[in-house]
């Protein structure tokens, strides 16, 4: 009898603690600025199921350091946020867990952001997943295109008709601008809103496999030279010249006509400048053609955390119908396809331009994403304001061309 009742004791014992051992707390990092959209899917997860996430924001500018140097001291999160332009490199240094066969096993894997799982593929391997989906749009004030004897209702198709258009807008005086574009330094406005230009119409700044410069064509001449006309004509603010990213949404000021901007604005200019009445469509090609700039986030998992199924569950989470629905409330675009249209259901129709953005997006795959394109000093940064603004358009190519393959060669 007192062996039956130890037995069981020491059963109900063990259920115990493996009921305890089940039970599991994410550590996970996001970048500063990560917005109300992953804080509210991880409120949602967490009020709905055993295991947590505890989410760390972390300057963006030291995301990828602090990481980096956390994984050296073996004191890396479970899981991070990552901007997708940097999966690729961690990948290639072995740094993440290889998802690959559970991430092929979701019934709805062929139809996540296809340029978030590009850069989350390393030797066709899938060692990121897309958390955030941003897409770049152009955007219109309706209120000014009227001003200005044009029809508000009509979404530019073509360059030539954009700068016409900002033509007539500068006409109307004062402050009132045709065009926007933060220039300067920011090399990373300029890769979201200017690349488009020439994607849309067949070109690339990198070969398909990032190993060779391809950054002078005739179709980035024509859209060099498609900005330096409208900066030329006095349809852009001057103090374009020197916005390194921090007046981004000038789009908000009720003075700009015409703009580039992220599908994020679209909620950001309904919830708080209701005042602007504004149209979105595709950024058109240079040449004919749309195209975009897929950016956001990749959901990335440290290689050797004893925590990947709680993480896992987690991403289904997002993934869901309900996490998909509650990201989208808060501004992020649908990652999976083929639930997008009931995501958005009741939400501002223009949502639905950043959606169809996914479909024709692109994003640089380069192992020197920061070095080429995010630096303030590197090559594409120079680039775009010397050939814009500068007096040397020939010279300005030929340095960047030269300066980025560089870097390609000597990082192999």
Avoid at 195 to 214: E, F
Wanted: charged share 20%; proline share 4%.
């Amino acid at each position: 009898m007192i062996k039956r009742l130890l037995a069981a004791t020491i059963v109900a014992t063990l259920c115990l603690m493996s009921g305890a051992s089940a039970t599991e707390t994410i550590n996970m990092w996001v970048r500063t600025g990560v917005g109300d959209s992953f804080k509210k899917v991880v409120e949602a997860y967490n009020a709905s199921h055993e295991n947590k996430v505890a989410a760390t924001e972390v300057p963006f500018s030291e995301l990828v350091q602090k990481y980096a140097t956390a994984i050296a001291g073996g004191q890396a999160p479970d899981a991070l946020s990552m901007d997708l332009i940097y999966t690729p490199a961690f990948a290639a240094a072995g740094q993440l867990e290889d998802l690959t066969d559970w991430a092929k096993q979701l019934p709805y894997f062929n139809s996540l952001s296809p340029s978030h799982v590009r850069l989350g593929t390393y030797q066709d391997r899938v060692y990121g997943l897309p958390l955030s989906v941003e897409t770049s749009v152009f955007a219109w004030n309706k209120d000014l295109y009227k001003k200005a004897g044009l029809d508000p209702e009509k979404a530019p198709a073509s360059w030539g008709e954009i700068e016409a258009n900002a033509e007539k807008i500068r006409k109307i005086g004062d402050d009132t601008y045709g065009f926007y574009f933060s220039g300067g330094s920011c090399g990373g406005c300029m890769i979201f809103t200017f690349t488009p230009l020439v994607w849309g119409s067949g070109a690339d700044i990198l070969s398909a496999d990032g190993k060779t410069a391809t950054l002078d064509t005739p179709h980035m001449r024509k859209a060099v030279d498609a900005y330096r006309s409208m900066v030329k004509k006095d349809l852009v603010p001057a103090s374009a010249a020197s916005d390194n990213g921090v007046n981004f949404l000038s789009f908000t000021s009720g003075k700009i006509g015409q703009q580039s901007l992220g599908a994020f604005a679209i909620g950001t200019l309904v919830t708080e400048h209701p005042e602007i009445n504004f149209g979105v469509t595709l950024i058109p090609g240079i040449d004919g053609g749309t195209s975009s700039f897929a950016g956001g986030d990749n959901f990335v998992v440290t290689k050797g955390t004893k925590k990947l199924d709680a993480v896992k569950e987690f991403l289904e989470f997002v993934y869901s119908m309900e996490g998909q629905k509650v990201m989208a409330q808060y501004g992020s675009l649908p990652t999976r396809g083929d639930i997008a249209d009931k995501v958005l259901e009741g939400l501002d129709p223009r949502m639905q331009v950043g959606l169809q953005a996914i479909g024709v997006a692109k994003t640089p795959y380069t192992l020197q994403f920061n070095d080429l394109i995010n630096s303030a000093n590197g090559p594409w940064a120079t680039f775009t304001n010397a050939a814009i603004y500068g007096d040397d358009v020939d010279a300005a190519f030929q340095n960047a061309q030269s300066e980025m393959q560089s870097i390609i060669d000597n990082a192999q």
